[in-house]
């Protein structure tokens, strides 16, 4: 059985730093791309980072969206089976749930287009 869980999100400060764990059961988390998703309140969810895995692309391919391009790095511990988020320089327009997702192809994740969905961790940035 498939499960993304993810953890970390919380409250904190403009400027200030966060990192969000997707702990992953049921596969094996190198085979596929992985990637995070953002949703704020009345918009739409929208792709933050992805990096690929043994699914056809490149592996160790990572996207970035540019508003987060500088400040924040996706990872993987595969020993731990586990995707990272780290955030920095945190901005109040960065306040949203944030998803983990696991997608079959690199640059369909990056569209969209997952397979399964964590339940979401709440990141809220005050200013």
């Known amino acids: 059985q498939v499960q993304l869980v993810e953890s970390g999100g919380g409250l904190v400060q403009s400027g200030g730093s966060l990192r969000l764990s997707c702990g992953a059961s049921g596969f094996t988390l190198d085979d596929y791309a992985m990637g995070w998703f953002r949703q704020a309140p009345g918009k739409e969810r929208e792709r933050v980072a992805a990096?690929?895995?043994?699914?056809?692309?490149?592996?160790?391919?990572?996207y970035y969206e540019d508003s987060v391009l500088g400040r924040f790095t996706i990872s993987r511990d595969n020993a731990k089976n586990t995707l990272y988020l780290q955030m920095r320089n945190l901005k109040p327009e960065d306040t949203a749930v944030y998803y983990c997702?696991?997608?079959?192809?690199?640059?369909?994740?990056?569209?969209?287009?997952?397979?399964?969905w964590g339940q979401g961790t709440q990141v809220t940035v005050s200013s």
């Open positions: 997702a696991r997608g079959r192809y690199f640059l369909r994740l990056w569209s969209g287009s997952a397979d399964y």
């Open positions: 990096i690929s895995g043994r699914d056809g692309a490149r592996d160790g391919t990572i």
